[in-house]
């Protein structure tokens, strides 16, 4: 997910969703689908969301509720799917999966405390994205037209590549990641309430005054998914010393520090592995009596929980014009 601390590196500013219209994005599928995963396990009853023999697949109400905001603003959404996991990242991933057991533990006392807003907050931290997630989202992405595109490792790091070949206007996503993979222009918040925020890599390389290596450099000093951070360097000391000292390993000898695996977290971040192997129609033609079936009938979600969420991209067809979806 990134070091949250990035953004007080990044130049950042919210931007009307007129500005950001008739654009093309390519999201990063897991972080968005995760962020909605976990707000409806959070606030909707999961009966509502819980098949007969159990299966959950809170993601098709998720999915549903916020791609209407894309359509509405007359946005085209292309889903970057992750591959394979990077191997640096298995210790946070590690990390992570022992947060979650002691979440699920404490999850268990809640509910025998009879503890509801205890219960869905843990509910919600405890969400993973298992593989019938992944493949009921891709299924009901495809009735819906939106464009998919398959990264070999991480799905930021194509959709930061796939935006500096112009094929798409902005990366979607949450995680200030995407500012050391080189997106150019990044759109957050795009299904929050209120504005999107626009993070901007060109203008934050130039307020700083260094070079795209230069920022990963901070970055690594400041901690990664890859890496911890080195002792007492927060952002402002990171691009201090960096510009004192010109790069990661000058800073490092001049405090006596060690970054482990150096050389290999910044080719992730300066030279991540992605592919030229995508293609796709940005004109779409959404089959809604088709998704409606697949999320209702055949994952038994509850209709009241959807049809809104169908209402509006219905809604969105006709007021952005049929022409600009068909």
Do not use: C
Not at 34 to 53: C, E, F, N
Not at 236 to 247: L, S
Not at 282 to 303: G, I, N, Q, S, Y
Not at 318 to 325: A, H, K, S
């Amino acid at each position: 997910m990134g070091n949250a601390s990035l953004r007080d590196l990044a130049v950042i500013e919210e931007v009307s969703f007129d500005e950001v219209s008739n654009s093309v994005v390519a999201v990063d599928a897991h972080n968005w689908l995760y962020r909605y995963l976990t707000t409806t396990v959070k606030w909707t009853s999961d009966h509502k969301y819980t098949t007969a023999d159990g299966t959950e697949v809170a993601n098709l109400v998720g999915v549903v509720q916020g791609l209407p905001k894309f359509f509405e603003h007359d946005i085209t959404p292309i889903f970057v799917f992750d591959g394979a996991v990077t191997e640096l990242k298995e210790d946070e991933i590690e990390e992570r999966r022992e947060r979650r057991e002691k979440d699920e533990s404490r999850l268990e006392d809640a509910r025998e405390r009879g503890d509801s807003v205890e219960v869905a907050r843990l509910e919600s931290r405890t969400q993973r994205l298992t593989q019938t997630i992944v493949d009921t989202t891709r299924d009901l992405l495809d009735l819906l037209d939106v464009p998919v595109v398959d990264a070999p490792a991480e799905g930021e790091g194509q959709a930061a590549y796939m935006a500096r070949q112009g094929d798409v206007d902005y990366v979607g996503t949450e995680d200030y990641d995407a500012l050391l993979l080189g997106a150019p222009l990044t759109l957050r918040q795009l299904t929050s309430k209120g504005n999107p925020e626009l993070m901007d890599f060109e203008a934050t390389l130039d307020h700083h005054g260094i070079t795209w290596e230069q920022l990963v450099d901070a970055a690594i000093l400041m901690g990664t998914d890859f890496n911890p951070g080195v002792d007492g360097i927060g952002p402002k000391t990171a691009i201090t010393e960096i510009k004192e000292h010109g790069d990661l390993w000058a800073v490092l000898e001049a405090r006596g520090e060690h970054v482990e695996q150096a050389d290999r977290i910044r080719s992730l971040f300066l030279d991540p592995a992605v592919t030229d192997e995508y293609s796709f129609d940005t004109d779409l033609d959404p089959d809604l009596d088709a998704a409606r079936r697949f999320v209702v009938d055949e994952w038994e979600v509850d209709a009241g929980e959807v049809e809104r969420g169908f209402e509006r991209i219905e809604d969105s067809l006709v007021q952005t014009g049929l022409d600009r979806w068909t």
